[in-house]
């Protein structure tokens, strides 16, 4: 329709289909001068062999093959002209269309690295924010840590205990060894690690327990061991392990080991068993870390286990240090 608006896509080179051929005029110069050749000769002819009063040798055959086989010619020269003709403007025209659709494609991925450049570069400040945060926690770890020096608490589970338990103290004693004995709550709180860095209940059980000297040599175990295993990818709150009753963890404390208690190593991630696996034979220093975690995780739980509750022993084994306890413990083979 004349008054509908043109498609301005349908000026772009891509719109022109390769197999599309623009139209082209009926009779073009290469046939006109064909026409004009054919009419010379034919007039050439007439004069020389119809008007032309004087015998001639020969048959009507040969005379009409004389008169028409240049003719024949003359068009089968302007065919093959025109033929090639049309072979290189089908070969200009799929030039440009690819040319097109090249252009097309790098246009294309310049626009889609335009609309992913916001969505990446958000991804790297969270990153970035989450790397704050973490180091941010670990200097805290590391400041507490170095007060554990001073500690000679002899108690992990003080808790229980009467004042009547602690004994005489020797003179020299620091002031950090008359402070309450570590309670059971705030000894799994620690263990878990404080969620965020607001998370002032986690830290205020961490700064406890890291005052008792058994528990703070088992955190700091954890923490080795956590930071290392973060490097892979491995996270702990990521883990869903399948929980082992409180009976089976008693039987691992009594020093059952076998098919009895390997419903402990209940971690189902492959992923996470697989680059564990590899870390551990590959690194070294991962390897002493993880094997001193688990001798210091064992020894601490012998002792929890001889006073704890089923629903202590619960809550221990949903903490971040016995995830990583059941993951290594499987990967080394600790309840084989």
Do not use: C
Not at 102 to 114: E, K, S
Not at 154 to 162: A, I, M, V
Not at 305 to 311: I, K, Q, S, V, W
């Amino acid at each position: 329709m004349s008054g509908q608006t043109p498609d301005p896509d349908s000026a772009h080179p891509t719109s022109l289909g390769i197999y599309d051929r623009p139209g082209r005029p009926a009779v073009t110069g290469i046939e006109i001068a064909a026409i004009l050749l054919s009419l010379l000769w034919l007039a050439f002819a007439v004069v020389v062999f119809v008007l032309n009063p004087e015998p001639r040798d020969g048959s009507f055959l040969v005379t009409m093959l004389a008169v028409f086989m240049p003719v024949a010619m003359i068009w089968v020269a302007a065919t093959a002209v025109r033929t090639a003709r049309v072979m290189r403007e089908e070969s200009q025209r799929l030039q440009t269309a690819i040319d097109a659709i090249r252009n097309a494609y790098v246009v294309q991925q310049q626009r889609a690295a335009i609309t992913h450049e916001p969505s990446v570069t958000r991804k790297l400040d969270e990153i970035a924010e989450a790397t704050k945060k973490t180091e941010t926690a670990l200097a805290t770890f590391s400041t507490k840590r170095r007060e554990t020096s001073r500690v000679v608490l002899p108690s992990l589970r003080g808790g229980r205990g009467g004042a009547g338990d602690q004994g005489s103290l020797e003179l020299g004693t620091p002031a950090e060894a008359l402070s309450p004995p570590l309670s059971t709550e705030e000894f799994i709180r620690a263990l878990h690690f404080p969620e965020t860095t607001e998370d002032t209940e986690g830290f205020a059980a961490l700064r406890r327990a890291l005052k008792d000297r058994k528990a703070a040599q088992l955190i700091q175990a954890a923490q080795d061991v956590l930071t290392l295993l973060s490097q892979e990818g491995i996270y702990m709150d990521d883990l869903r392990p399948d929980m082992a009753r409180p009976e089976i963890w008693r039987q691992f404390a009594h020093g059952v080991r076998g098919r009895a208690v390997a419903a402990l190593g209940g971690i189902r991630d492959r992923s996470s068993l697989a680059l564990t696996a590899g870390r551990l034979k590959q690194d070294p220093i991962f390897r002493d870390a993880a094997h001193h975690f688990l001798r210091r995780f064992d020894q601490m739980f012998v002792e929890f286990e001889a006073e704890a509750t089923d629903a202590e022993i619960s809550g221990l084994s949903e903490t971040r240090t016995a995830r990583a306890f059941m993951l290594l413990g499987r990967v080394a083979g600790t309840f084989d």
